[in-house]
């Protein structure tokens, strides 16, 4: 998309997975949880609403689809999804696969502990799990 760049912090701590339509779909760097942040390829996006109608739908359809491939390959007790952007003000969505009993639960995820990475065919296998339930 013209114009799109993503935040610094977010290519940080993340790594690339796939382009969806609308999202850029990134692995989050914590092997505790299976984690995916969706960032619509739109520049200048804060807020939801800064997303055109047509693109707010296409992003909840993403956001189901990323939830359904994590319940898929995680067998998670629950899919938490949150847009928050306090520390990152570009617009993304956590979708976040939760077991009973994980290093946080039933807490939230977010500052519980310093993230844990992946090796690098740890995490290059879970991408591409990932892609052959999506």
Same mark, same amino acid.
């Given at each position: 998309?013209?114009?799109?760049? +993503?935040?610094?912090? @977010?290519?940080?701590?993340?790594?690339? !997975?796939?382009?969806?339509? #609308?999202?850029?779909?990134?692995?989050?760097?914590?092997?505790?949880?299976?984690?995916?942040?969706?960032? /619509?390829?739109?520049?200048? @996006? !804060?807020? #939801?609403?800064? +997303?055109?109608? /047509?693109?707010?739908? +296409?992003?909840?359809?993403?956001?189901?689809?990323? &939830?359904?491939?994590?319940?898929?390959? =995680? *067998?998670?007790?629950?899919?938490?999804?949150?847009? @928050? *952007?306090?520390? !990152?003000?570009?617009?993304?969505?956590? !979708?976040?696969?939760?077991?009973? *009993?994980?290093?946080?639960? /039933? *807490?939230?995820?977010?500052?519980? =502990?310093?993230?844990?990475?992946?090796?690098?065919?740890?995490?290059? &296998?879970?991408?591409?799990?990932? @892609?052959? =339930? =999506?």
């Amino acid at each position: 998309m013209q114009d799109f760049t +993503l935040h610094p912090r @977010l290519v940080a701590d993340t790594a690339f !997975v796939t382009d969806w339509m #609308l999202s850029r779909v990134l692995l989050m760097d914590d092997m505790r949880y299976p984690w995916v942040i969706l960032v /619509p390829r739109r520049p200048h @996006l !804060v807020e #939801l609403f800064d +997303l055109t109608k /047509p693109d707010r739908a +296409l992003l909840v359809e993403e956001i189901a689809r990323a &939830a359904q491939c994590l319940k898929t390959t =995680s *067998g998670a007790t629950k899919i938490n999804v949150g847009a @928050l *952007g306090n520390q !990152v003000p570009q617009l993304h969505v956590h !979708v976040v696969a939760r077991q009973d *009993g994980d290093t946080a639960w /039933p *807490g939230p995820v977010w500052g519980h =502990s310093p993230r844990v990475p992946y090796q690098a065919a740890a995490r290059n &296998a879970w991408i591409a799990r990932f @892609l052959n =339930s =999506s």
